[in-house]
């Protein structure tokens, strides 16, 4: 290389690309915004990241296993409407895990990649809960509900499971899936191999990328500057914490916000 050539080199503005990362539980969120993600706490990061006109990509680190089928949704649909709004291509990178809602916000992006070790897929929709009816009659607790509307008190653990109750929950279950299962098609489109991508499994990152899961294994900057150059710089955007995230007294429900993360992750050993 000339002269010229260097200094032409040394002056040129290298690729830009955005990355953000979200982490943890969706709809996991305390009171005072720490936590897991939602749409509300993600607003900001996201349209800061997508303020940047010169930027040629955002990349997104995510790490979640999951959560609220709404949020995940919510999020997802302000991603690509931001995309499409700015004409800025979005590219996922798994971590971790990348289950359920997790994969839901994946599919938010024109490409997905993961490290070798991640754990991608469980689209389906779950529902757990406890009964306690013959507990409570052994120690000669009385349960009393008033309610205004006759399924009002649906499910609820202290009662018997009544067959009804499950029905209208399947019901409910199933309609969710469908949107799942659509939003995934719709995304991924002919990557997609077959239909077992839906059973609620999940796969290492090799099987993943047989079944159109994913687009790729790798490390998110090695990714980067292949696809626009070994110059490349990196510019990471962090959500803020609020005052009151940082600062909260309320350490109880800090606490259980963790228990309830602690709890999605250890589903897939983590």
Do not use: H
């Not at 994913?214 to 070994?230: N, P, Q, R, S, T």
């Amino acid at each position: 290389m000339g002269l010229i050539g260097s200094i032409r080199k040394f002056f040129r503005k290298k690729p830009l690309v955005i990355v953000i990362r979200l982490d943890g539980v969706i709809g996991a969120v305390s009171r005072f915004g720490s936590g897991g993600l939602d749409d509300s706490n993600t607003q900001k990061l996201l349209e800061k990241a997508f303020e940047f006109e010169k930027a040629k990509a955002i990349a997104i680190k995510i790490n979640s296993p999951g959560g609220s089928p709404t949020q995940s949704s919510l999020i997802a649909a302000r991603i690509i409407k931001l995309s499409k709004e700015k004409k800025l291509p979005v590219i996922c990178f798994c971590e971790d895990v990348a289950a359920s809602g997790g994969y839901w916000l994946a599919c938010a992006g024109k490409e997905i990649y993961s490290d070798v070790n991640s754990i991608i897929g469980s689209i389906g929709v779950i529902s757990a809960s406890f009964g306690f009816s013959e507990l409570i009659s052994r120690y000669g607790i009385e349960r009393r509900v008033y309610t205004a509307g006759e399924e009002k008190s649906m499910l609820d653990p202290f009662q018997p499971e009544k067959a009804s109750d499950v029905k209208r929950l399947k019901a409910i279950q199933k309609a969710i899936f469908e949107n799942f299962k659509s939003f995934v098609t719709e995304r991924r489109g002919k990557k997609i191999k077959g239909k077992k991508i839906f059973n609620g499994e999940v796969w290492d990152a090799a099987r993943a990328k047989e079944l159109g899961l994913i687009d790729g294994v790798g490390i998110m900057e090695e990714i980067l500057e292949a696809k626009f150059g070994e110059d490349i710089k990196l510019k990471y955007i962090n959500k803020k914490k609020s005052f009151l995230s940082r600062f909260s007294s309320s350490l109880i429900n800090e606490i259980n916000t963790k228990i309830v993360e602690k709890y999605y992750f250890s589903k897939f050993g983590l």
